[in-house]
């Protein structure tokens, strides 16, 4: 255990707020800055600050949340994420689902030739607008297998999804094509920790729209060993290489 996390610990047990207020302040950074640099947004941020533990993530995504901020706050996240857990081991695992509320609409008494007046009328209305905001808008887009807060032990993962066939797309810039019922899929390599897409979908004269989702890719502690062996063999050519050039001059 380092100095900077022997410092941190007793007071994390008791409040991790202060903690991560007390390095923001050390290092001049507002809630929104901390925000900018760290990727994690900022109602996040504000939840941790303000202690309001059930409402946060589920527990992966807390523990790359804490990982991030010790990169930023120059704080060993490991042991803010072994110390979180510690004292905070209920933590959300699912959440609920909200219900929207049922909207009453009071009519006025209207004879039946006024009501189908009104009705032709919206219809028509409707429907012109429909075809007007089909035109200019961005096309219909959904994404089929990736929901929120989603997490996956494979680095490499298949995008699936429909687009509108007169829309472009593009995912992380790159162009991807559709078949004709407009189906299209994309299969990426995932590292370690949050992988961020970004979806563009635009028509000719459409405004573009941008969507995005966050995979979470867990590695597996074989995985983990191999990478770590790996390093270390590319740590000692290195080395090997830098001694050599060195014996020759």
């Known amino acids: 255990m380092t100095e900077s996390s022997e410092r941190i610990e007793p007071i994390l047990r008791a409040n991790i707020s202060l903690v991560l207020l007390d390095a923001m ?3 001049g950074l507002s809630v929104e800055r901390l925000s900018q640099v760290s990727g994690i947004a ?6 941790l600050l303000e202690e309001k533990f059930r409402k946060l ?6 523990r790359g949340y804490m990982i991030k901020l010790g990169e930023v706050l ?9 110390i979180y857990i510690e004292s905070n081991p209920e933590l959300r695992k699912s959440g609920t689902k909200d219900e929207l509320p049922r909207r009453h609409f009071l009519f006025s008494q209207m004879t039946r030739r006024h009501i189908v007046i009104i ?5 028509i209305l409707g429907l012109f607008s429909w075809r007007i905001f ?16 989603y997490i996956v032990t494979n680095p490499e993962f298949t995008i699936r999804g429909i687009v509108d066939t007169s829309s472009q797309l593009a995912v992380n810039g790159e162009i991807v094509y559709s078949d004709k019922e407009g189906n299209f899929e994309k299969t990426v390599a ?4 949050f992988n961020t897409f970004t979806f563009t979908v635009k028509r000719v004269l459409g405004k573009e729209r941008r969507f995005m989702k966050q995979i979470f890719y867990e590695q597996s502690v074989e995985e983990k060993i ?14 090997v290489e830098v001694l050599e050039q060195i014996g020759i001059e």
């Open 226 to 239: 191999a990478n770590e062996k790996k390093n270390i063999q590319s740590n000692l050519i290195e080395n």
């Open 25 to 27: 302040k050390m290092r």
């Open 190 to 193: 995932l590292h370690p920790g």
């Open 42 to 47: 900022e109602h996040i941020l504000q939840m």
């Open 74 to 82: 120059k704080l060993e996240g490991e042991e803010l994420w072994r």
């Open 119 to 123: 009705g032709v009328s919206i219809l």
């Open 134 to 149: 089909g035109f200019f808008s961005g096309g219909d887009f959904t994404i089929s297998n990736i929901p929120d807060e």
């Open 57 to 62: 993530p589920a527990a992966p995504y807390l």
